[in-house]
């Protein structure tokens, strides 16, 4: 079996094709081994190859920039012997996830490679915060995969109309995402989200006590995920999952399990935001000015919207919430966007005291 024909062989079940093998084509020259990483973790990881699973130092390619570290579902060209084995470089991403960090500094951190689809899990077994999902859906939109909703441990809500109305409240806060309800417990449902990702990349997101680990276990057909209960009155659980595992699935395609996210910060997605948003970003274009905030302005056609009662108000404070937040998270390292928010906060600030002015003459 020749070396091209004996990689297919060996990755093809992890995603490998044809235009893998053209991007890998300088580094074959060089005598290195093409493969995906299935498992990061203190600066080593497991690589699947044709040879097998590989434990690979990631030094080599570990630059200061967070965003180009290895991460689970990259690409790889690693060495084929060595101690220690180095990863050389990693192949262009066709699509990333990734958050910003918790540190002051800002920084995005990657979660995810080459993802296909993002299913983000939000369970029933607590009330449902449709902000956090509108955030988690931002997130994937921007990384390039197609999100999916799926509602977890629908057991927990037998009647069927209150699942009804739980899921269209989903659907709402998710245009164009498909929503699903799911009981890995009892495989209602499974099928159907199956079928979904039995083709790619699918990257498994969500909080805590979500029933990813359980629903990876259904998904895989066996318990490679440890299980633990979540706690009846918020819904969380510990972390059952500590790092991104990349996991086969009997069905076709791959799975990407990550721990629990407490915190889902945005990372330069203002296009997600769109997305996620898309009746507000379609009622903007009808507003009479075109830096038109949605806030006092005349002739705004989000505001119109608002007051006939066919936008929900917790929608569009959810739009400007998530908004703000990536302005001032892309300001802090771009100075042009922080120029930019400094001439719209003083025009706003004299709108508001051009206002004040307005009234005292009339009061007077």
């Not at 094709?17 to 600066?43: M, N």
């Not at 180095?86 to 951190?109: D, H, I, M, W």
């Not at 990657?110 to 931002?138: M, P, T």
């Not at 404070?317 to 719209?344: M, P």
């Amino acid at each position: 079996m020749s070396f091209s024909s004996a990689v297919f062989s060996a990755l093809a079940p992890y995603g490998w094709d044809e235009a893998w093998a053209d991007a890998f084509t300088p580094y074959e020259a060089e005598g290195l081994l093409p493969g995906r990483v299935i498992r990061v973790d203190r600066g080593q990881c497991d690589v699947v190859t044709a040879d097998g699973v590989l434990r690979a130092d990631t030094a080599f390619v570990t630059p200061h920039d967070p965003l180009r570290v290895v991460c689970t579902g990259d690409w790889v060209a690693v060495e084929p012997g060595g101690r220690p084995r180095y990863v050389r470089a990693y192949l262009p991403r066709r699509t990333a996830f990734v958050r910003s960090t918790s540190s002051k500094r800002s920084e995005g951190q990657i979660l995810a490679a080459n993802v296909d689809h993002a299913v983000v899990a939000v369970s029933l077994a607590v009330e449902l915060d449709l902000g956090r999902v509108e955030r988690f859906l931002a997130l994937a939109w921007e990384s390039g995969a197609q999100p999916v909703v799926v509602l977890t441990k629908a057991d927990l809500v037998p009647d069927p109309v209150t699942l009804a109305h739980l899921v269209q409240d989903v659907e709402t806060s998710a245009p164009g995402v498909p929503v699903l309800t799911v009981s890995a417990l009892h495989g209602d449902g499974l099928d159907v989200l199956v079928s979904l990702v039995g083709t790619g990349t699918s990257v498994l997101l969500g909080q805590s006590g979500a029933g990813k680990s359980t629903l990876a276990n259904a998904l895989v057909g066996e318990d490679v995920m440890d299980v633990r209960a979540a706690r009846d009155v918020d819904g969380k659980g510990r972390h059952t999952t500590t790092t991104r595992n990349l996991l086969p699935l009997p069905s076709g395609g791959v799975l990407i399990d990550t721990p629990g996210l407490r915190g889902v910060g945005l990372f330069d997605a203002e296009s997600g935001v769109g997305q996620v948003f898309s009746e507000i970003e379609e009622l903007a274009g009808r507003c009479r000015f075109q830096d038109c905030s949605h806030d006092t302005e005349p002739g705004c056609a989000v505001l119109a919207a608002l007051e006939r009662g066919e936008l929900p108000a917790r929608r569009l404070e959810s739009y400007r919430k998530l908004l703000r937040e990536n302005q001032w998270i892309v300001a802090k390292t771009d100075a042009r966007v922080r120029a930019e928010l400094r001439r719209d906060w003083k025009r706003k600030g004299a709108q508001g005291r051009a206002a004040m002015e307005a009234k005292r003459g009339r009061w007077a």
